[in-house]
T-cell receptor
Framework: KQEVTQIPAALSVPEGENLVLNCSFT??????LQWFRQDPGKGLTSLLL?????REQTSGRLNASLDKSSGRSTLYIAASQPGDSATYLC??????????FGTGTRLKVLA | GAGVSQSPSNKVTEKGKDVELRCDPI?????LYWYRQSLGQGLEFLIY????????KSGLPSDRFSAERTGGSVSTLTIQRTQQEDSAVYLC??????????????FGPGTRLTVL
Protein backbone atom coordinates (compact mmCIF):
# COMPACT_ATOMS: atom_id res chain seq x y z
CA LYS A 1 0.00 0.00 0.00
CA GLN A 2 1.40 3.37 -1.04
CA GLU A 3 2.22 5.67 1.87
CA VAL A 4 3.34 9.27 1.50
CA THR A 5 5.23 11.02 4.28
CA GLN A 6 6.20 14.65 4.53
CA ILE A 7 8.92 16.00 6.76
CA PRO A 8 8.97 18.29 8.60
CA ALA A 9 5.35 18.54 9.71
CA ALA A 10 5.85 22.22 10.50
CA LEU A 11 8.52 24.75 9.74
CA SER A 12 9.06 28.36 10.75
CA VAL A 13 11.74 30.42 9.01
CA PRO A 14 12.70 34.08 8.71
CA GLU A 15 11.96 35.86 5.47
CA GLY A 16 14.59 35.47 2.77
CA GLU A 17 15.72 31.96 3.67
CA ASN A 18 15.96 29.21 1.11
CA LEU A 19 14.19 26.09 2.29
CA VAL A 20 13.56 22.49 1.37
CA LEU A 21 10.43 20.47 1.98
CA ASN A 22 10.65 16.70 1.78
CA CYS A 23 8.23 14.09 0.52
CA SER A 24 8.84 10.35 0.53
CA PHE A 25 6.72 7.53 -0.83
CA THR A 26 6.95 3.79 -0.30
CA UNK A 27 6.09 2.48 -3.79
CA UNK A 28 8.19 3.79 -6.66
CA UNK A 29 5.60 2.73 -9.26
CA UNK A 30 4.05 6.15 -9.75
CA UNK A 31 2.84 8.00 -12.81
CA UNK A 32 3.47 11.48 -11.49
CA LEU A 33 3.89 13.58 -8.40
CA GLN A 34 2.21 16.90 -7.77
CA TRP A 35 2.97 19.59 -5.20
CA PHE A 36 0.15 21.77 -3.89
CA ARG A 37 -0.24 24.59 -1.43
CA GLN A 38 -3.27 24.99 0.77
CA ASP A 39 -4.14 28.25 2.46
CA PRO A 40 -6.35 28.17 5.58
CA GLY A 41 -9.97 27.63 4.65
CA LYS A 42 -9.13 27.35 0.98
CA GLY A 43 -8.79 24.60 -1.55
CA LEU A 44 -5.55 23.34 -3.05
CA THR A 45 -3.50 25.30 -5.54
CA SER A 46 -1.33 23.28 -7.89
CA LEU A 47 2.31 24.33 -7.80
CA LEU A 48 4.26 21.81 -9.85
CA LEU A 49 3.55 18.50 -11.58
CA UNK A 50 6.45 16.14 -12.24
CA UNK A 51 5.88 13.23 -14.59
CA UNK A 52 7.52 9.95 -13.68
CA UNK A 53 10.01 10.30 -16.54
CA UNK A 54 11.13 13.73 -15.36
CA ARG A 55 13.70 14.64 -12.72
CA GLU A 56 12.60 18.15 -11.87
CA GLN A 57 10.28 21.03 -12.63
CA THR A 58 10.73 24.73 -11.97
CA SER A 59 8.29 27.60 -11.63
CA GLY A 60 9.59 30.95 -10.47
CA ARG A 61 11.15 30.55 -7.03
CA LEU A 62 9.99 26.94 -6.77
CA ASN A 63 11.90 23.88 -7.87
CA ALA A 64 10.70 20.34 -7.37
CA SER A 65 12.82 17.27 -7.90
CA LEU A 66 11.85 13.64 -8.17
CA ASP A 67 13.94 10.53 -7.51
CA LYS A 68 11.60 7.64 -8.18
CA SER A 69 14.07 4.90 -7.35
CA SER A 70 14.60 6.21 -3.84
CA GLY A 71 10.97 7.27 -3.40
CA ARG A 72 11.74 10.91 -2.72
CA SER A 73 10.77 14.36 -3.89
CA THR A 74 11.88 17.73 -2.61
CA LEU A 75 10.33 21.14 -3.03
CA TYR A 76 12.87 23.93 -2.91
CA ILE A 77 11.64 27.44 -2.20
CA ALA A 78 14.15 30.21 -2.85
CA ALA A 79 14.16 33.53 -1.02
CA SER A 80 11.07 32.74 1.04
CA GLN A 81 8.45 35.46 1.61
CA PRO A 82 5.64 35.83 4.18
CA GLY A 83 3.18 35.17 1.35
CA ASP A 84 4.64 31.67 1.04
CA SER A 85 3.12 30.79 4.42
CA ALA A 86 0.73 27.90 3.84
CA THR A 87 0.51 24.14 4.08
CA TYR A 88 2.38 22.33 1.34
CA LEU A 89 1.11 18.95 0.20
CA CYS A 90 2.66 16.40 -2.09
CA UNK A 91 0.60 13.77 -3.83
CA UNK A 92 1.58 10.76 -5.90
CA UNK A 93 -0.46 9.11 -8.60
CA UNK A 94 -0.09 5.31 -8.72
CA UNK A 95 -2.25 5.20 -11.83
CA UNK A 96 -3.76 7.60 -14.28
CA UNK A 97 -6.14 9.24 -11.86
CA UNK A 98 -6.12 8.61 -8.10
CA UNK A 99 -3.86 10.74 -5.93
CA UNK A 100 -2.46 9.67 -2.58
CA PHE A 101 -1.58 12.64 -0.42
CA GLY A 102 0.97 13.24 2.28
CA THR A 103 -0.12 14.93 5.51
CA GLY A 104 1.62 18.15 4.58
CA THR A 105 4.22 20.59 5.86
CA ARG A 106 2.87 23.69 7.56
CA LEU A 107 5.19 26.57 6.64
CA LYS A 108 5.36 29.93 8.34
CA VAL A 109 7.65 32.61 6.95
CA LEU A 110 8.27 35.39 9.44
CA ALA A 111 8.61 39.00 8.25
CA GLY B 1 -11.53 30.71 -17.22
CA ALA B 2 -13.56 29.68 -14.19
CA GLY B 3 -12.08 27.17 -11.81
CA VAL B 4 -13.73 24.35 -9.90
CA SER B 5 -16.58 25.61 -7.75
CA GLN B 6 -18.29 23.93 -4.82
CA SER B 7 -21.41 24.69 -2.86
CA PRO B 8 -22.22 25.29 -0.14
CA SER B 9 -18.94 26.54 1.29
CA ASN B 10 -20.09 25.63 4.78
CA LYS B 11 -22.79 23.24 5.95
CA VAL B 12 -23.87 22.59 9.51
CA THR B 13 -26.31 19.76 10.03
CA GLU B 14 -27.71 17.63 12.77
CA LYS B 15 -26.74 14.02 13.22
CA GLY B 16 -29.02 11.75 11.22
CA LYS B 17 -29.89 14.29 8.53
CA ASP B 18 -29.00 13.87 4.85
CA VAL B 19 -26.75 16.38 3.07
CA GLU B 20 -25.90 17.09 -0.56
CA LEU B 21 -22.66 18.68 -1.66
CA ARG B 22 -22.26 20.06 -5.14
CA CYS B 23 -19.26 20.38 -7.44
CA ASP B 24 -18.97 22.23 -10.74
CA PRO B 25 -15.79 21.17 -12.54
CA ILE B 26 -13.79 23.17 -15.02
CA UNK B 27 -15.57 23.21 -18.36
CA UNK B 28 -14.28 20.49 -20.65
CA UNK B 29 -12.74 18.39 -17.89
CA UNK B 30 -13.95 14.83 -18.24
CA UNK B 31 -12.55 13.53 -14.95
CA LEU B 32 -13.89 14.53 -11.56
CA TYR B 33 -12.78 13.48 -8.08
CA TRP B 34 -14.03 13.78 -4.54
CA TYR B 35 -11.64 13.81 -1.59
CA ARG B 36 -12.18 14.25 2.13
CA GLN B 37 -9.91 16.07 4.56
CA SER B 38 -10.65 15.32 8.19
CA LEU B 39 -9.13 17.33 11.04
CA GLY B 40 -5.55 16.25 11.52
CA GLN B 41 -5.75 13.80 8.64
CA GLY B 42 -4.45 13.93 5.11
CA LEU B 43 -6.68 14.08 2.09
CA GLU B 44 -8.32 10.77 1.35
CA PHE B 45 -9.69 9.77 -2.03
CA LEU B 46 -13.41 9.03 -2.15
CA ILE B 47 -14.54 8.53 -5.75
CA TYR B 48 -13.49 9.16 -9.35
CA UNK B 49 -15.74 9.92 -12.31
CA UNK B 50 -14.79 9.61 -15.94
CA UNK B 51 -17.67 11.24 -17.74
CA UNK B 52 -20.83 10.17 -15.94
CA UNK B 53 -19.55 6.81 -14.79
CA UNK B 54 -17.58 6.06 -11.65
CA UNK B 55 -14.92 3.44 -12.35
CA UNK B 56 -13.53 3.75 -8.82
CA LYS B 57 -15.72 4.19 -5.77
CA SER B 58 -13.28 2.41 -3.50
CA GLY B 59 -12.77 5.35 -1.18
CA LEU B 60 -16.39 5.83 -0.15
CA PRO B 61 -16.31 5.01 3.59
CA SER B 62 -19.75 3.44 3.88
CA ASP B 63 -22.97 2.85 2.00
CA ARG B 64 -24.30 6.10 3.48
CA PHE B 65 -22.11 7.88 0.93
CA SER B 66 -23.07 8.10 -2.73
CA ALA B 67 -22.25 10.35 -5.64
CA GLU B 68 -23.53 10.99 -9.10
CA ARG B 69 -22.51 13.05 -12.06
CA THR B 70 -24.85 14.23 -14.78
CA GLY B 71 -24.19 15.58 -18.26
CA GLY B 72 -20.50 14.97 -17.78
CA SER B 73 -20.41 18.08 -15.65
CA VAL B 74 -21.93 18.75 -12.23
CA SER B 75 -21.47 16.18 -9.49
CA THR B 76 -23.34 15.72 -6.23
CA LEU B 77 -21.99 13.90 -3.20
CA THR B 78 -24.76 12.74 -0.88
CA ILE B 79 -24.29 11.64 2.69
CA GLN B 80 -27.28 9.96 4.28
CA ARG B 81 -27.95 9.77 8.02
CA THR B 82 -24.90 11.89 8.80
CA GLN B 83 -22.69 10.98 11.74
CA GLN B 84 -20.30 13.18 13.70
CA GLU B 85 -17.32 11.41 12.16
CA ASP B 86 -18.47 12.67 8.75
CA SER B 87 -17.42 16.18 9.78
CA ALA B 88 -14.63 17.19 7.41
CA VAL B 89 -13.80 19.36 4.44
CA TYR B 90 -14.97 17.74 1.23
CA LEU B 91 -12.87 18.73 -1.75
CA CYS B 92 -13.70 18.27 -5.39
CA UNK B 93 -11.14 18.26 -8.19
CA UNK B 94 -11.25 17.91 -11.94
CA UNK B 95 -8.73 17.13 -14.64
CA UNK B 96 -8.78 17.12 -18.41
CA UNK B 97 -8.90 13.35 -18.40
CA UNK B 98 -8.44 10.53 -15.96
CA UNK B 99 -7.04 8.16 -18.55
CA UNK B 100 -3.67 9.74 -19.11
CA UNK B 101 -0.67 10.17 -16.90
CA UNK B 102 -0.85 13.89 -17.72
CA UNK B 103 -3.36 14.18 -14.95
CA UNK B 104 -2.96 17.59 -13.36
CA UNK B 105 -5.83 17.97 -10.92
CA UNK B 106 -7.41 21.32 -10.12
CA PHE B 107 -9.21 21.68 -6.83
CA GLY B 108 -12.22 23.61 -5.67
CA PRO B 109 -12.36 25.56 -2.38
CA GLY B 110 -14.11 22.75 -0.56
CA THR B 111 -17.25 22.37 1.53
CA ARG B 112 -16.75 22.36 5.28
CA LEU B 113 -19.30 19.96 6.78
CA THR B 114 -20.01 20.03 10.50
CA VAL B 115 -22.30 17.39 11.98
CA LEU B 116 -23.60 18.31 15.43
Amino acid sequence: KQEVTQIPAALSVPEGENLVLNCSFTDSAIYNLQWFRQDPGKGLTSLLLIQSSQREQTSGRLNASLDKSSGRSTLYIAASQPGDSATYLCAVSPGTYKYIFGTGTRLKVLA
Amino acid sequence: GAGVSQSPSNKVTEKGKDVELRCDPISGHTALYWYRQSLGQGLEFLIYFQGNSAPDKSGLPSDRFSAERTGGSVSTLTIQRTQQEDSAVYLCASSLTGTSFLNEQFFGPGTRLTVL
